[in-house]
């Protein structure tokens, strides 16, 4: 086991808390999470690997260039604390963009061997907080004021967002259902993943999100 394969695999399981491992910040309009820490280790452990990436993914550069080139030119409408908290997504997209790369061209057998059960867990736990949501806390009308959208009587789990849980089910779903599928001779396995499959799918429902449904069937019909 090596921290560079061990960290993507924590990530797994930081990824279903959402808003949840937000970490306090003086300033209410930027929101850092644990999990962002966590992939900036991720990326630094694995520098090397990065660094062979970013030749053969060039044509990531041309939408960075494009990126920093419009956040120079609002300046002449912005003040220089909104371009630099704007600044703060660019960076988050090249470090997610980055990070995805990463995991296509790990090659640790240990970090293969243990994927599919880390993502199993992680669908797991997100189930349990998004039916903990939408049993104790239906509706959002509280967090309004902060400006989260109500949310009333719909699943929009530890994300806080019922469109973006709903596609994230989406993922959730054909991911178990193509593991149900894998797996017709192991019935302790298949079990598991049937039961996945369909409370994922009594999740996207609770979203009451239309695009959300919309993504499932065309999900489905390309399925």
């Known amino acids: 086991m090596q921290l560079t394969s061990l960290l993507p695999l924590l990530l797994l399981l930081l990824f279903p808390f959402g808003q949840l491992a937000t970490i306090p910040f003086p300033r209410p309009e930027v929101h850092i999470y644990w999990h962002d820490i966590l992939i900036m280790l991720t990326l630094i452990f694995n520098y090397r690997l990065l660094r062979n990436l970013s030749i053969k993914h060039r044509y990531f550069s041309g939408f960075i260039a494009f990126s920093i080139f419009s956040l120079v030119l609002s300046l002449s409408v912005l003040s220089q604390t909104e371009v630099v908290i704007g600044s703060l997504y660019l960076l988050r997209w090249i470090a997610y963009t980055l990070l995805l790369l990463l995991l296509i061209h790990i090659k640790d057998s240990w970090f293969h061997d243990r994927f599919s059960t880390y993502i199993t867990v992680s669908i797991v736990i997100s189930l349990i907080l998004c ?93």
Do not use: C
């Open 131 to 223: 039916f903990g949501q939408y049993i104790f806390f239906p509706s959002f009308e509280p967090l309004f004021a902060s400006g989260w959208d109500r949310h009333a009587f719909r699943l929009a789990g530890p994300w806080l967002d019922a469109n973006f849980t709903g596609l994230l089910l989406v993922f959730f779903f054909f991911w178990s259902l193509d593991k149900a599928l894998e797996t017709p001779n192991q019935r302790d396995k298949q079990f598991l993943y049937s039961f996945l499959t369909l409370s994922t799918f009594a999740a996207l429902l609770l979203t009451y999100s239309r695009s959300s449904y919309l993504a499932f069937l065309v999900a489905l019909f390309v399925y």
